[in-house]
């Protein structure tokens, strides 16, 4: 019986080929789940920061706690953290996990300011004789 023997150089090339489309999809992934955590942090510390700033009587270290708790999964990013603090004016938040921190900060929501500058806006509406205000 014949021995047969075949060139291997087109094996060698595919799993050549094959690891590097392999290690760069691993390496998407990872991203993606590092972008994934980022955004789902930031969107969480600012719903805190919203919540803290209208709501008068909340417990700003409840209000911290509950959301670092509820922050959702986290693919990449761990040790997720909340901190929510506040002064006369303004309310401060801030999430950090792993190297990723976020800090984001508002004013206290006044709702006699929100109502002078409505009122102020159908003023001049009345004032230029805007259809769209009777």
Do not use: C
């Amino acid at each position: 019986m014949k021995k047969r023997y075949f060139k291997g150089s087109l094996t060698i090339e595919a799993a050549g080929v094959m690891a590097v489309l392999l290690f760069g999809l691993g390496t998407v992934i990872m991203e993606a789940g590092r972008i994934h955590d980022e955004v789902t942090g930031a969107m969480v510390i600012h719903e805190a920061v919203e919540k803290s700033r209208h709501e008068k009587e909340l417990d700003l270290k409840e209000a911290a706690s509950f959301f670092q708790a509820n922050r959702g999964a986290r693919l990449r990013l761990s040790g997720y953290r909340v901190y929510l603090d506040e002064n006369r004016k303004t309310v401060r938040g801030r999430a950090a996990a792993g190297n990723w921190e976020k800090e984001i900060q508002g004013q206290r929501f006044r709702p006699e300011a929100f109502l002078r500058k409505i009122t102020l806006i159908e003023k001049l509406g009345d004032k230029n004789e805007d259809p769209l205000y009777p």
